[in-house]
């Protein structure tokens, strides 16, 4: 079944998914630069940051206020308002759109909170299909020690401490992660995810990312028409 639009804008989506530390992030932006080099018109999209809904995402998680299902409408707000404001108009304008996490962050998280898959499926199908859906994938231990390698500890949603499996941070955090990593496997199929094996170096997953990109955006206009002004956060 065909869920979400293909879209016919000139423009392409690529977006980046994976467990936390998995190196999403490293790689996008180092994605970015060598698109913005090429000449390409390059805009990027970061998951939970619509001012429309960050201060109640960020209050609701400082005050534990949050159930299950409400977090998944504030981020399902969020990404509608993105997709409207700084999505579509430059995909419409034949640009390359970059997005940090999109709605499969929703459905691993969402779904291992215990929201039904098939809910947050419908609730997102407003969302465009992206040109590639590159997973990260790597194993729990990796990225662990690639968070705790950056900084000080763990933050408290990222262990899945909300959903009460055990106090201990590390182990909640294992646990949660590990439940989402299955999840994101149950998606490879099911949405057609690209994998990239995450366990390697930074340089080596970059070169077959841009070598994947690179053969989406042959037809894409260096210097595409802009007929409007987007509005940069
Ligand atoms: N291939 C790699 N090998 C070793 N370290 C890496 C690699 N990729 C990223 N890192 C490091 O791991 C840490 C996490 O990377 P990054 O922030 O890109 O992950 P992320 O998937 O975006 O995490 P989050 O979901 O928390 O946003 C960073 O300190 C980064 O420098
Ligand atoms: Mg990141």
Known sequence: MQMFGDHKFPGKLF?????????????????????????????????????LVKETTRRGKRKQMLTPTTFSLIHATDLADRIERHILPPLKAGAIVLADRYIYTAFARDVTRGVSPDWVRE????AVKPTIAF???????????????????????????????TADVEESFKLFQGMISD???????????????????????????????????????????????????
């Open 15 to 51: 977006i980046v998914e994976g467990i936390d530390g998995s190196g999403k992030s490293t790689q996008l932006s180092l994605l970015q630069q060598w698109l913005r080099r090429e000449g390409y018109m390059v805009f990027f999209s970061e998951w939970n940051s619509s001012p």
């Open 123 to 126: 609730l997102y199908r407003f």
């Open 135 to 165: 997973y990260f994938r790597v194993p729990l231990e990796v990225s662990l020690k690639r968070i705790l390698g950056a900084r000080a500890g763990l933050k408290y949603y990222e262990a899945g401490l909300d959903i009460g499996l």
């Open 183 to 233: 999840m994101y496997e149950e998606m490879v199929n099911e949405f057609g995810l690209t994998v990239i094996d995450a366990t390697r170096s930074i340089e080596e997953q970059q070169d077959e990312v841009r070598a994947l990109v690179e053969r989406e955006i042959a037809d894409v206009p260096k210097s595409p028409v802009t007929y409007m002004e987007f509005e940069e956060d």
